[in-house]
């Protein structure tokens, strides 16, 4: 069998695709992988063996430069995206069997376009529940879009989500799509989806409640990694009794530094020695002691099982590791779907959620020493076994058997 992967995004959108192309190809089956042309992201598949096939401009520039909230080029970003899933993604799903997509709607509106002219299955997947419509949450706001604050009906709400995505992207899509001799979609959204998504979350770390999408939930998909730590970092480990991990991945340095450096002074008033993860914001120690060192990119299953806790933004896949290691977390969500992975954390009493994104030395040396309680490490402890860590390996064999 022929796969395509495709994705668009920062890492959270990559890696796990990539765990899944890994998994694919052991069970014999051809893929490549649509993904951004960053030289990480180009790295990381060499590392894995698995061809990429470059799509859009390098998405680290934008994710670092965008203001929060702001519309500004998001126009013409989308517009871009959409041309490249009509003409590479296109290209490389020739011959292909099977098209997997994720990322934002005019990716993958596009991708499905592309399966369909084809005659290929496609198959839609999301790292998170927040933007599959249920009537047990409300979606996301999208970019320049805010929802309505009096309206407090979720399906009232989707609703209107569909009918701004639809004037966010339905002509461009559909544009498209009849250059190619295809009909129009009058609901993108939900074109996009398809009516049985994947979600490729944990069932325990996030249940999904069921409604009248037939979701097929696989459990998250994480990327095998055998790679040793840096050897000043062992080094660091090594030095004294388990630091606490601090890091906001692909986050950008105007929303993160400020958070970074009270964690460390947080950290230093809870007596441990701190791990500062760069992330794109490319962080930065501010002094010289040293209780602290910073790592660039690191294995963080071999990580998080020799820290005594670890801070982070609240990423699907940041959430899921550190769960996976019984390691117990302090969340500082940012925004997007980070409240709600901050949310179930709280829930599962694995660790705190940071009340907002702007933490204090006093309110994150308060949320740290409730996560290093011995009641919320002994529950991190617990929960971890409970956590799948073979999603990726179930999603490619359900994928292989056509489920």
Known sequence: MRVLVSTYGARGSVEPMVGLAVRLRELGAEVSVCAPPDQEFAELLAGVGVPLVPVGPPVRPVVTSVVPGSAAGLAERAAEL?????????????????????????????????A??????????????VSLPSPHQPPPGRRGRPLPAEVTDNRALWELDARIANEMFGAEINTRRAAIGLPPVDNVRDYAFSDRPWLATDPVLSPWEPTDLDVVQTGAWLRPDERPLPPELVAFLDAGAPPVYVGFGSMPVGAVQNAATVAVEAIRAQGHRAVVSR???????????????????????????????????????????????????????????QPYWAGRVARLGVGVAHDGPAPTVDSLSAALKSALAPETVARARAVAGTIRTDGALRAAKLLLDGV
């Open 82 to 114: 959409i041309a490249e899933q009509f003409g590479t993604v296109a290209a490389a799903a020739e011959g292909c069997d099977v098209l997997v997509a994720t990322g934002p709607l005019p990716v993958t509106a596009g991708a499905r376009s592309v």
């Open 116 to 129: 369909e002219k084809l005659g290929i299955r496609y198959v839609h997947v999301s790292h998170q529940p």
């Open 279 to 337: 992330g794109w914001a490319d962080l930065d120690l501010l002094d010289d002691r040293d209780d602290r060192i910073a790592v660039g990119e690191a294995n963080h299953q071999a990580l998080f099982a020799r820290v005594a806790a670890v801070v982070h933004h609240g990423s699907a896949g940041t959430t899921t590791t550190a769960t996976a290691a019984g390691v117990p977390q302090v969340v500082v969500p940012q925004g997007g779907d």
